[in-house]
């Protein structure tokens, strides 16, 4: 835990800031003790370095009981799995695993289960043997389909 300083409350590891709004960030383990202006930054840092700017899912009607089509990628059509990260951020991954020996070091992700779904957490420390399975980023897959219209602005 932070600091207090007498407030009651714990200080921004980055600013310092004595705040309320201070407390543990990531759904995996505790990545930092930060404000909130402190986290929507690095998070977004983190995501944009590892390509995870998908937006989330919505969550659906529970009293809808219909079909829910899986999600699309919007440039070439495939079906993508989306994730959150350990950063509240979410990535489109491939449906399928691959061996690390055929996907880039920086497209390389993996499932990290937790008590409320998966998580998905970038390869990066250990590199796996070339033969482990990975999830690659979708990025590293898409295709733009060029029979449709894309919106250039």
Do not use: F
Not at 22 to 36: K, Q, S, T
Not at 48 to 71: H, M, N, Q, R
Not at 87 to 110: C, F, G, I, M
Request: glycine share 8%; aromatic share 6%.
């Amino acid at each position: 835990m932070g600091a207090t300083r007498g407030t009651g409350w714990a200080s921004c590891q980055l600013c310092g800031t004595y705040d309320p709004a201070v407390r543990g960030r990531g759904r995996i383990g505790l990545l930092a003790e930060l404000c909130d202006s402190c986290w929507h930054g690095l998070a977004n840092d983190i995501a944009e370095e590892e390509g995870a700017t998908s937006a989330p899912l919505p969550d659906p009607d529970p009293d809808d009981v219909s079909w829910i089509e899986p999600p699309t990628c919007p440039d070439c059509g495939a079906e993508v799995h989306v994730y959150p990260t350990n950063y509240d951020r979410w990535v489109s991954l491939a449906t399928r695993e691959q061996p690390a020996k055929n996907v880039p070091a920086h497209y390389r992700w993996r499932l990290t289960p937790t008590p409320t779904g998966s998580v998905a957490v970038r390869v990066r420390a250990i590199d796996p043997l070339l033969s482990d399975l990975v999830l690659p980023d979708h990025r590293m897959l898409c295709v733009p389909d060029e029979d449709e219209p894309h919106d250039v602005g």
